[in-house]
């Protein structure tokens, strides 16, 4: 096991405000799946966070835990701040799609102080069963990312929202298809150890957790369970998004987020 690198992209400016990573999830970049919602998030700086072998960030040279993943964010967050392109001692918001939103939770439980809120979208404790996820990984280590496409177009996106808005949806589906492969099944491998159903009480840090409404890989119970295991939870639906709200309904989502962290 090793802990990963990870690549930021500076999606807004705005030295000097609050700092919002924006994690994206499997199969995904942050620049394709948040700068729809970035206009609406005018009070932080943005900065994306793509998973190993996504987009930004270079791929994995081994597998990795969820912890390590949470380790290699912090350690970004280190160099941002030593190099100057993020101001000292600002405030940091963390919120994730998918495994970025399990990631948001790791995030809470290992590094509490770092953190002035967490929006966990679209994702859950636990997502999918263990033996699934390993089984992915071994076809996509085999077979590569494009296997993958037909099956999350379906999964991502509520009915409709591909013809009406296809260069969102190319852009995310191109990510997935560009992914590194290798780095994709350590992805599923971490997604597959990852289970804090049990841990959600020790997070202290302010939560919320949205869900999509049509979302049938993180349905809303998905988002209530978190709310109700943390500390300080709340929890919201957004109704015409699948698994991909900050690009199905960005101006709502980032309503959601902004609202709740400028309160936390």
């Known amino acids: 096991m090793s802990v990963p690198d990870i690549t930021p ?24 799946l948040w700068i729809d919602a ?124 591909i013809e009406k808005h296809s260069e969102r949806t190319t852009r995310l589906l191109h990510t997935l298809q560009n992914a590194d492969r290798f780095a994709y099944a350590h992805c599923c491998e971490a997604l597959a150890g990852f289970d804090v159903r049990d841990r959600l009480g020790e997070i202290t840090t302010p939560v919320i957790a949205i869900a999509g409404g049509m979302d049938q890989v993180c349905p809303p119970e998905f988002a209530k369970a978190v709310a109700t295991g943390v500390r300080q939870g709340s929890s919201a639906v957004v109704d015409s998004a699948a698994h991909q709200a900050p690009v199905e309904a960005p101006e709502e989502t980032a309503a959601l987020l902004r609202d709740f962290f400028l309160a936390a």
């Not at 992209?9 to 394709?32: R, Y």
Request: charged share 15%; proline share 6%; with cysteine.
């Open 9 to 32: 992209t500076l999606l807004s400016e705005g030295k000097g405000k609050p700092v919002l990573l924006a994690g994206a999830g499997l199969g995904t970049g942050a620049k394709a």
């Open 38 to 161: 970035v206009p609406y998030l005018q009070d932080f700086q943005v900065v994306g966070v793509d998973l190993p072998g996504h987009a930004a960030s270079p791929a994995s040279t081994g597998p990795f835990t969820m912890a390590e993943l949470a380790q290699g964010v912090v350690a970004m967050l280190d160099k941002l701040a030593a190099a100057g392109d993020i101001e000292a001692g600002a405030k940091v918001y963390f919120a994730g799609v998918s495994m970025a939103g399990e990631l948001a939770l790791q995030l809470g439980l290992d590094y509490p102080d770092r953190f002035a809120g967490l929006g966990v979208v679209c994702s859950g404790a636990k997502i999918g069963e263990p033996s699934a996820w390993l089984e992915r990984a071994e076809t996509v280590r085999n077979a590569g990312t494009p296997t993958m496409v037909v099956g999350s177009a379906q999964r991502w996106f509520a009915p409709g929202f």
